[in-house]
Structure formats: C-alpha cells, structure tokens
C-alpha cells in the first residue's frame, strides 16, 4: 500500500505547472480542475517536490487529505508503550505455540 496526497493548486500559472510537472514524469490521479485551480492526488515523496515547484510558478498549495497506512499509524509512533506491548503479546504468543505444536488434541472414548 502507497501513501498518498490529496492536494488544491491555487491561482497563478497552474497550467505551466501542469506541463512541467507531466515533462518530470510525475504521475497525478484523480485531476479536477476548479476556476482557480486544480485538486489532485500525488505520491507522498512526490508531494514536496511539487509544494516547492509551486512556488516558482507563483501558485500556492494546500494539503487536502493524507491517504495510508502510514499516516494512520504515525501518531503511535510517539507511544512507545503501545508498540512495546503489542511485540511483547506476539512474541509470547509465538512462544507459546512453540510449545504446543506436540500435543494433539483428540477425543478419547471408551467403547
């Protein structure tokens, strides 16, 4: 899964920006333009390449929505002891199956 960002594009020469960004090779999704602009959705490493291009072009960009999986959990980065206690449950689950592959359940009846 890739991180995304969905970003507004306001006044100035957009169209130039447009045109340079398709002559790098940045790939854009989901282009709709407004009478000011255009919001778009870009990769997230792609994102401050094109906030500082922007600026040369004399237009201004706004972060819309962050779309990922890493967005989501970057606030939990902070909270060591979230972390800690999660890898502590799977290692000791882990350790735990360990020990129980060998026994075998089953149903023991006398006829």
Known sequence: MTTKVRFQVNAGLYNDLLNYLRQKEI???DIVFDTFGFCATCYAADYKYIARRAKKYQTKTKIIKKIGLYFVLKPYTKRKGILTAHGKYY??????RSFCKGINRCCCTLC
């Open 91 to 96: 290692q000791q689950n882990g350790i735990i």
């Open 27 to 29: 790939i854009l999704f």
